[in-house]
Each structure stands twice: as C-alpha cells, then as structure tokens.
C-alpha cells in the first residue's frame, strides 16, 4: 500500500509539473510575446555567427550591426531601453527551429523571405532591412572575372540550409555546368575551406560576400564577381500566431526607414516634435495614437529613433563606415533612386 | 505503473507539440518524403541531383554515413588489433610508441582530431596542379584523392570465378574437417585457399574473355590558377579526414579492449598447451584466441558503435553524411523539424541494432559451447 502511494505522489508530481508547461503554452493566444517580453525585461533575438555589417559581436560581447539594430529598435519601442537584447546566435540550420520552438521571438539574421519559408514553417516575415542577391567569389589568380568563365568541374564552397544552395543548383544547372557542392554547416569553416584552396569559388549572398571577404587571410587576393544570380530580400521574421508582435517589429523597422525619409535623426528627434508636418510628429509620437494599437505607449517611435537612429544612421555606422558596402546600392531610399519604400505611418 | 507514466509523459508530449504547432500553422506529415529536394549533394553512392525526391537525398545521406562508418570500422579494428598486440611486445621502443599512441589520442576530443585532419592537413595538401602522383596514376590533393577507375570486359564472368572459388573453398574446408575428425589427418586449407582464389580469376582472364583497363584521372584546366582532375574515381578529401579521424580515435580503445583480451587468458593455459604437443602458432590459434576473443568481441561491439554514432560528427567539415543532407539541409528547405528529425533517430537507432545483433550473434557463435 505504502509502495503504490509512493508511486502515485510522483506521478500525481510529474502530471502537474506537464500541465504548468502547456498552461504556457496554452496561453499562446493573442499578444503573449509581448507580455512575456515586458515580464522578462529583454528582447530575445536572434543572430548569426557573426556577420560583419549585419549582426557581429566584439571582443566584449557587444552586437552591432543592421540586423542587431532591428531588434534594439524593438526593444526601445516596448522596453524603452535598446540595449535589453539578449542576442542568441544561430547557425543558418538552426534559426528557424528556435524560432518556432519559442527560444527567441524575432530573428534578425541576414534571413531571404521566400514563399515556402512564408507559408510552410510557421513563420511570418515582416519586412525587408536589406536588398540582396547571390554572388561569387574566386580568387584574383585564378583570372575568372565573370561567371561566364565557370568551367565544368568547378568546386563551390557554401553553407548548408540556405537558399544559396538551391539557388547555386538552378545557376549552374540552366548553364549546363557540373559542379561539386561543398556545404559547411558554419560560415566559419566555409571561409577556411575556401581560403585553404579546397574550392574554386565561395558563394552566399553579396554583402555576405563582402563582409566575410575582410576575414580572409589576404583579402586582396580576393574579388567579388559582378553577376547575381537570385533576389535575396532580407529581413526580420516572427513566429506566426503573434499578429500584435508581428506589427510591433514590422512597425519598428518601418518607423526607421521613415524617420529618414522624412530627415529625422538620432540628434534632431526631439526638435522635430514642434515641426509643421504633421506625418513628422506623427513619427516622433507628438500627434495622433500611434501607440495604442500595439499596446504600447506615444513615444514608442520616438524612443527608436533616438535611441538607434534611422536607417540611414544604422546603415552608414555598420555597413558603409566599415567598408564592407559603402555605396547603398539598391537599399537607398525610394526618393533617391533605391528601393526601400515603406507604407506611412498614420 | 512505470508503463501508465511513461504512455503519459509521451502522450502529454505529442499533445503538447500538436497543439503548440496548430497555434502556428505548422503542417505534420511525411508526404515531403516524395517531393522534389532541388538541392544537389557533394559525394553520393548512388545516382542523385536535385530532381530527386528528399527520400533518395535521405538515402545518400543514409549510405554515406554507411560508407563513413564501415571503412572507419575496417581501418580502426586493424589498426586496434596491431597496435592492442604492439602494447605487449617485449620490444621497449614497439610497447612505448604503442602506449603513447593510444594514450594521446583517446584523450583528445574526437571533434578537435577531425578538425586538425581536415584543416591542418588539407592546407598541407598540395594543389591539384602542383600534386606528385603516387605510382604513376594517382594524386592526393587539396581537392581529394583521385584515383584511377576499373573499366571491366565481361566482369560478371570475373565476378562468378569469384564466387566458384569462395564455394570451393568452403567446400574444401568442411571436407578437411571431416578427414581430420574421421582419420586424423591434416590437409592444407590455407594454402589450397589461396591457390583457389588467385587460380580461378586467372583463368577467366586467360581463357575468360575478361579484360580490365584503368582510367587515369587528367589535369584539366578550370581558369588560370585553377586545376581539377577529370575522369578516373575522385574521394572527396572530407570523407579521408572523416573516416581517418574516426579510425584513428576509436582504435585506441580497440587496442586496449584486445590487450585485456589477450592478458585476459591464462597463463597456465598457454603452458598446458604447449605441454601437450601444440606448435606456437596452435597455441595462439586453437588456445588463446578462442578464449581472447570472447573478452574482446562485447567491449570492441560498443567502439563500432560509438564510431558509427560519431560519424555523425561530419556535418562540420561538410562531408555529406545523414545528418548533414537530410537532419541539416533537408530539415532547413522543408521546416519539418520534428518528422525529420524522428526520422533521424530512428535510423540511427536501427543502424546500432543491427550493428549490436551481428556482433552477439558473433559473440554467441565464439562463446564456449558447455558440452
């Protein structure tokens, strides 16, 4: 009798201790991300390995980069504070599981927003930070200075899990080219492979191209081709389920790339508040309920700009100011020949 | 009670993801199996590219952790018997080198030992275009080793004589049994073994028709400084890193498992061999082994797998294996995480048991039969 008691008093325990864990999970309705992020006081984002330009860490631990000032932008919209990010860093395999698994709840991580990955995988993209496309690298010696030089036989270093790989196929296989995948699970390794001489060419997307180009033994040794070969449209992703968090990102993000549009800095942000364009103080939270939607407060915008800057600033400090992409290319604003066009703020 | 806990816990399980992945709109199912993967894979055993379906992809990645697996397990139980037998020679310099072979690279993790082999080896490789060639037809380069390839003329007759000979040769052997059981007489297998295997194929090629040539792999020019051979067998250099980091790492724990095996058997039992009339080589063949292997073949069964588990190791220096293809870029182009990855673990699973069955089938054929 004692013995099945026993028994009993550590199943009825191992029954509650399960139940505690799907009454959280339970509670996944309506805005649970940003409750539980206002509960823990930090923003869970993810990131890569270390992208230069687009989420790097330093020899003290401190994220920079366009990808990482996404998430501090959301962290000053519903925390007020930009630096409550606790940054979690991804391999490309595993970002979109700990997405959906609930280990973080934006990923900020030099991500293609595709249909499949839209649609199948429970995840939502909320927009674009940067303008991409694939390229390839060689090595000056070699003499190759286009993809029309490619020769069957040739050995392509990548990563494993991205949209690379299926791009890279559908290149070299409307050519007609035989080639040897040779997929890394890290980047890292990617960049030694390649560097060592074990393949002819190293592809991913260009700024990757770029950036990775400045780890390399002897960067000069090394050049970009001009062809791209894909669209690759960058962007933040949320967990699909969230349709109030997915805003608060998608807003954020947009609320950099308006403020400058509309000339609105870091240092001006406060001044602005009395200007006579009222889309200007509707973005610096001066006029209207911008906040509301969201749950959130009427400085909301204002507390991004000021505290992580427009795009622009975000841009320039990370990318252009480390040489890896000084000329904005593509991701400049829409009024100045780019692309970056985001719906108003109203 | 333990039963009910355990449908519980799993049953809560299952419910708890079911509910977590409708919330987020993620589909359950295994039709992905039959769609088209369009990714292409490095090295593959059998015929695949992107117009495969993921379960082809999940099968080359299932016979390269195969192939990883069975040419580690072949160099590691070869390399662990030598080196198991070195650790007891008399010879101070041979027991020395032995012991500190094995001490030094079972203590080092086998991650860090397959990183060194494939990096720090791989920068030592020459170019393809500066590469020596070995006996005149191969090369060992950045980009692999290549090899020359067979080209065979009426290979299944090639392939009977084979078989003719191995019947033969079993046939011979219950035969010598027999004589040896019945009369006492000794005939001599080894030899008329031998004789049988070479003899045979011989023959098919004097009077066969069959006829081999090699195809040796040419320097090809891809752009001004870079090279890659063409034509003849290439082994992909992730895949010699791979297997020579696993051979080498789990050796170490063969050798010790044969040195207790071999330590393991009496000494009395060699002197009472000896004392009845029996040659060295009897001794060791008919007396010592015997028993030795019976305290070798368990502990030894745990190393192939641990190796065959260790492969898995491979998705950091991108030798396509079934984690990398199917657990990795599978997993990421469709988002199947949990139907993938069960997929995964059970195939693992089933590789060990097959794996544990043969060896105590093994074990059970060697084992003393109480008479």
Known sequence: MFKYLKQLTSLVAMVAVLFTFTTESMAAKKSKTLKNTQKKGFVRCGVSQGLPGFSNADAAGNWTGVDVDVCRAVAAAVLGDANKVKFTPLSAKERFTALTSGEIDILSRNTTWTLSRDADIGLTFVGVNFYDGQGFMVRKSSGITSTSQFKNGISACTNIGTTTELNMRDF??????????????????????????????????????????????????????????????????????????EDIVRWSLNTMIEAEEYGITSANADMMKTSDNPQIKRLVGAEGEMGAAFGLDNEWNLRIIKQVGNYGESYKRNIADTGILPDRGPNELWTKGGILYVPPSR | ?????????????????????????????????????????????????????????????????????????????????????????????????????????????????????????????????????????????????????????????????????????????????????????????????????????????????????????????????SFIYEGGVSLPPELIALALSLSLYTATFIAECVRAG???????????????????????????????????????????????????????????????????????????????????????????ISISLFMNWYNNKIAITEK
């Open chain 1, 172 to 245: 070299f296989n409307s050519r007609g080219i035989s080639y040897e995948p040779v997929a890394f699970e890290k980047a890292d390794e990617v960049v030694a492979a390649y560097d060592a001489g074990r393949c002819d060419t190293y592809t991913t997307d260009k700024s990757g191209l770029a950036a990775q180009r400045t780890k390399m033994k002897n960067p000069d040794e090394h050049i970009v081709l001009p062809e791209t070969i894909s669209k690759e449209p960058l962007g933040p992703v949320v967990r699909q389920g969230d349709s109030v968090w």
């Open chain 2, 1 to 225: 009670m333990t039963v009910v806990a355990v449908v519980l816990v799993f049953g809560f399980f299952t419910y708890n993801a079911q509910v977590n992945m409708e919330n987020r709109g993620i589909d359950f199912g295994y039709g992905f199996l039959s769609q088209e993967s369009s990714f292409d894979v490095q090295f593959s055993l059998i015929e695949y590219d992107g117009s495969h379906s993921y379960f082809r992809a999940y099968l080359v990645g299932l016979l390269n952790t195969i192939l990883v697996s069975v040419i580690g397990i072949f160099l590691a139980t070869i390399l662990g018997v030598l080196v198991g037998i070195a650790r007891l020679s008399p010879n101070y310099l041979i027991n020395k080198f032995a012991a500190f072979y094995v001490e030094f690279f079972r203590n080092i993790p086998l991650l860090l030992q397959i990183f060194f082999w494939y990096f720090a080896a791989l920068r030592a490789l020459p170019l393809p275009q500066d590469a020596e060639a070995m006996f005149g037809i191969s090369f060992l380069t950045i980009k692999g080793l290549f090899v020359p390839a067979f080209i065979w003329e009426n290979f299944n007759i090639f392939f009977y004589s084979i078989v003719a000979a191995i019947v033969a040769i079993i046939v011979i052997r219950a035969h010598a049994k027999k004589v040896q059981e019945t009369q006492g007489k000794q005939t001599p297998v080894l030899l008329i073994s031998i004789g049988l295997i070479f003899i045979l194929p011989l023959l098919s090629f004097l009077i066969g028709g069959v006829r081999l040539s090699f195809e040796v792999p040419v320097l090809k020019q891809l752009a001004t400084t």
């Open chain 2, 262 to 352: 071999i330590q393991g058997v009496g000494k009395g039992q060699k002197e009472a061999a000896a004392s009845i009339g029996l040659t060295q080589n009897q001794v060791l063949k008919l007396v010592v082994m015997p028993q030795a292997l019976r305290i070798i073949i368990p502990p030894t069964t745990n190393q192939y797998l641990n190796l065959t588990k260790n492969s898995s190791l491979a998705a950091a220096i991108a030798y396509p294996d079934l984690v990398l293809v199917f657990a990795g870029t599978a997993l990421m182009q469709t988002g199947k995480a949990i139907e993938i990855v069960s997929i995964t673990m059970f195939t693992y699973l089933s590789l060990s």
